[in-house]
């Protein structure tokens, strides 16, 4: 489903949300003229979104779906972008090894972090989890759930969006790690020397306290 960018088209979806079978005079709420409004208005009956009547105009079951995912006050669709990021650990002696990844693409190209996919629109969080874990390390495991972190982007390179990050711990993990995939050059680095690393994320750290709570977490931030 494409998205609608005219704030015309965006109101009269609107207006039909409030007055279902809403008459053409009672639509155009705007200052364009008849015939302006009757180009939008034509665009959405094309589109599919709304349907004529004998008795006015309505939304179709693509129109609601539409409207639905709709903030009716800004008339804008919000953008939260779903993802996963991974905690690698294992055990070197007495020490705890973190598997880390430089990350070899842009954006962000040589910097370094936990490994994290954006979740599909068909996958479960533990799907994504597992498709990141081999894709960009070569190896399997099993997934425990550590909690999930809303990230708001209020920045204007970030075009307002906002993104819900779910930090996954890997367990038991098996197979030949790949030193070198199309996403990333992956090292395993002592727990302890973590702070001590060049071109890591900022918020790596952080990331790191999230991961070590013994409950599963919930937190917030604004970017």
Known sequence: MKNITHPVQKEIL???????NARFRDLNTTELTND??????KKLLQ??????MEDGYKLT?????YSSNLDLDSLEVPHIKVGVKLYIERRNGKEIEVLLGERLRDPFKGTIGFHTHKVR?????????????????????EFEYAGLEYIIEKSEEALN???MMNFIRVKNIQGEMLKIT?????????????????NTYQDILDDLSLFQRKEIFY???VK
Do not use: M
Not at 14 to 20: A, D, G
Not at 47 to 52: A, L, P, T
């Open 121 to 141: 629109p068909d996958e479960s969080v533990f799907e994504t989890a597992r498709r990141c874990l081999l894709n960009e390390t070569g190896l399997t495991g």
């Open 14 to 20: 609107k207006n039909l949300v409030y007055k279902p």
């Open 47 to 52: 589109d599919g979104y709304v349907e004529k």
């Open 36 to 41: 302006q409004f009757t180009f939008h208005l």
């Open 182 to 198: 199309k996403e990333s050059k992956n090292t395993w680095v002592n727990i302890k020397d973590i702070s001590k690393l060049e």
């Open 219 to 221: 937190s917030e931030k």
């Open 161 to 163: 969006s906002s993104r």
């Open 61 to 65: 079951n693509k129109g609601l779906l």
